[in-house]
């Protein structure tokens, strides 16, 4: 088919025309497209960080921002006040003032040997924050996956260097402390851009399987227990009674040697004297020890004989104050 050039004009007025018509619906569709592409909101809890044909570019902050349209830059937001939890060996279904967990085992990840090799079903969460969300975004293909693979490699570490014991009681804060320590460490050395707020051990049981022979080994340690106690009370009450008997003979033999010493002093100071006395007056000196030995002796005799010196007998007198006597 020719077309001749009236006709080829008579086209061209006819699609000036249509553009004409349709023109300013297309300009604004344009502009309102270019307007979605430049146009990005980032949250009052987040920063953006803008990547320009997949390259790190810039971080703006919260509110209303305008970028290169048509892919060029890519905004994404990162939460960096928001502490995200992660969970080991539950689920939580429902938070709330009673959370609902799932019913769901999770003994592939909180299954764990003790330094005594014990198994531990253990439980615990981690929380954590966003400190650089560039290196979040540059240095990590899934943070979250991160965080979970680390931190059941350093728990299942620490639990391996604790007695069963000391896991279930005495040394279950310290644990958590290391935890954080070395998790946050291994963190940084990778450069994920992520802080530890918190590690933290919820539920620390043995498995359901031999929680009967783990209750009656308990029950035995809690008896043993109870009878070290007991001994120990009877212990305490017995040796300082024991001690307290033992100070008192020895200070009453203390007392009684003190006495008998400062008595023998006595008397060997008073003979002294009498023999520096008597030195002096033999004869007054015995006639003085005499009498008082009298007046010591004659109140304790019941019945007393007055004898003549020159009498060569005392027979006669034996009979004084007898029934018939005269």
Do not use: C
């Not at 009236?6 to 023109?23: M, N, R, S």
């Not at 933290?200 to 399987?209: A, C, F, M, Q």
């Amino acid at each position: 088919m020719d077309f001749t050039p009236e006709d080829i004009i008579e086209v061209g007025k006819k699609k000036i025309a249509d553009f004409k018509k349709f023109g300013p619906l297309a300009i604004v569709g344009l502009i309102i497209i270019i307007g979605f592409t430049m146009i990005y909101t980032i949250g009052a809890d987040e920063v953006g960080v803008i990547k320009r044909f997949g390259k790190y570019s810039a971080t703006t902050g919260p509110g209303l921002h305008i970028k290169l349209p048509f892919g060029i830059d890519k905004a994404i937001p990162v939460k960096v006040k928001r502490v995200f939890k992660e969970e080991f060996g539950l689920r939580t279904i429902r938070p709330g003032v009673r959370s609902k967990y799932s019913r769901r085992s999770y003994l592939d990840e909180s299954l764990m040997l003790t330094g005594d090799l014990n198994i531990l079903d253990v439980r615990w969460i981690v929380q954590f924050k966003v400190k650089d969300p560039v290196r979040l975004l540059f240095n990590t293909r899934d943070p979250l996956e991160n965080v979970r693979d680390i931190s059941k490699v350093v728990m299942r570490r620490f639990v391996g260097d604790y007695r069963l014991d000391e896991v279930l009681t005495t040394k279950r804060e310290e644990i958590d402390d290391l935890a954080q320590i070395e998790l946050q460490k291994i963190l940084d050395n990778y450069g994920t851009g992520i802080h530890i707020v918190t590690v933290k051990l919820l539920d620390v049981n043995p498995p359901d399987e031999v929680k009967p022979a783990f209750n009656e080994v308990n029950e035995a340690k809690q008896e043993r227990e109870k009878v070290i106690n007991q001994a120990w009370e009877a212990y305490n009450k017995a040796i300082p009674r024991a001690k307290g008997e033992a100070e008192k003979t020895i200070r009453q033999a203390e007392g009684y040697a003190l006495d008998k010493i400062n008595r023998a002093k006595g008397e060997a100071k008073r003979f002294a004297m009498v023999l520096a006395e008597y030195k002096k007056a033999p004869s007054i000196t015995k006639k003085r020890l005499y009498l008082e030995t009298m007046m010591e002796v004659l109140p304790k005799a019941k019945q007393k004989y007055i004898i003549d010196p020159e009498q060569s007998s005392i027979l006669p007198l034996l009979n004084i104050g007898q029934e018939g006597g005269k």
